[in-house]
């Protein structure tokens, strides 16, 4: 015979379903929201070097009676464009690749009282047009990923010729303004296949364009 519960728990509902702050979420979204931007967003370290390049970026600007403006091209989860808006009160734009989360760290500006301050849009850098940054014109400082790292595919070289182009002022500064890599070496003929370069022949490959495009 059934045994009587110790506890009664009252009618089951009739269905199980996820919370309703995730409802209509797309999946993807959420994968890359816990897979990537919350462990960037605890990144104390990623924050703190953002931070200080952003501080010296802002003190030159401001030596030549520039209030500067900020477009935040990183994978940095909106942070370097928040800080610059909350610690220095400048104008920010933040670009994401998911409206989800351009939404989200609209929430989060407003939250923190600086919606006037920041706007955040749904657009690739190199799609993205000078008439929707702070005052309808180039940004005085642009945030991009250290290169090496090309979170979402945006790799510093590949969106800094159109920053440099259309997005940044003429002696605007990019942030950071330099890199130090750390290299480990590798021989793997498989490896050398998959990328490419055929057989991994950079001999014929003129990368000065570089010279002129990047730096």
Known sequence: HASTPEHDLGPLPTSLSSPARMRGVDR???????????PIAGDVERHSFYDAALR???AALRQRDVKPTVLDCSSGAGMPALVAAKNHGL????LTRRKAFSQ???EVAKINGIEELVEAYTADPRDMLDVLLPNGESADIVVVEPPGTPLHGLSPFAVLPTIRR?????????VPGGACFEV???ESRDLANMFSVPEGRWEEIDLTVWNKEAV
Do not use: F, P
């Open 28 to 38: 993807a979204d959420m994968v890359e929201a816990n897979e990537l931007y919350l």
């Open 56 to 58: 010296d970026a802002i």
């Open 91 to 94: 104008q920010s734009v933040i």
């Open 104 to 106: 989200r760290l609209r």
């Open 166 to 174: 259309r997005l940044l002022k003429d002696g605007g500064i990019v």
């Open 184 to 186: 480990g070496l590798v």
